[in-house]
């Protein structure tokens, strides 16, 4: 009875081992944008003096980018982002015109991986101001910065639109996989050979 005593403790072992990688894996999941202002989609009398996006968590303050483009392609966005809690807010340049506009958003999440997504607004009429479009590309914090204190700015918010943040595989839950698979193999080769040899042991003594 004792090989078979052994080989039940492995097989339990194996299925712990198993339900624990099973749970690491929707914690290795990244960081989502939750919503955005103005919303996705919405119509404003005029061109906010800034965007921003909340997150689930709060993403790290390097590496992040916000592009404001109007249907015309020209670039509103003015400064760094500024990132405080779990939002990352960009300031706008003044007078911008009627239109739709696209924001392109990407941030370092807490995980350490880069997230991106994007979203758009329509204004009903120009901003006051005689700010000139910027003709660059996206603003960006410098590395290493550290991100403003405050309070960010409040505004209407809603749910951001799944397809919008591109999250890269998730690789460490095949890695958890192939490893408790290759541990239940190997468990299962040992216990067959232990009741191997608890059966020559009975042969031998009878």
């Known amino acids: ?13 194996a ?6 990688l099973g749970l ?9 944008a939750e919503s955005s202002s103005p919303a996705q989609g919405a119509s404003v009398p005029v061109p906010p003096g800034k965007v921003s ?6 993403p790290l ?20 982002v500024e990132i405080v809690d779990n939002v990352a807010s960009q300031k706008l340049r003044p007078g911008g015109p009627a239109g739709g506009y696209t924001v392109a ?5 807490s995980d350490s991986h880069p997230i991106e997504g994007t979203f758009t607004f329509t204004a009903a009429a120009a901003a006051e101001g005689a700010g000139a479009p910027a003709t660059g590309g996206t603003s960006t914090t410098p590395g290493g910065a ?9 505004g209407a918010t809603a749910p951001a639109e799944p397809a919008s943040s591109g999250q890269p595989f998730q690789w ?13 193999v190997a468990l299962a080769v040992i216990a067959r050979r232990r009741l191997s040899g608890g059966g020559d042991e009975e042969a031998d003594g009878e």
């Open 1 to 13: 009875m004792r090989p078979f005593r052994h080989f039940r403790a492995l097989l339990l072992g």
């Open 61 to 80: 303050g390097i590496g992040a980018s916000i592009s404001v483009k109007d249907a015309a392609g020209a670039e509103w966005a003015d400064g760094a």
């Open 24 to 32: 690491a894996g929707p914690a290795a999941a990244h960081d989502a």
């Open 53 to 58: 996006v909340t997150f689930n968590n709060k």
């Open 146 to 154: 550290v991100p403003g204190a405050g309070t960010a700015q409040p």
């Open 105 to 109: 958003w990407r941030v370092v999440s």
């Open 172 to 184: 460490s839950i095949v890695i958890f996989a192939v490893v408790a698979v290759g541990l239940l």
């Open 15 to 20: 299925a712990v081992l198993a339900a624990s």
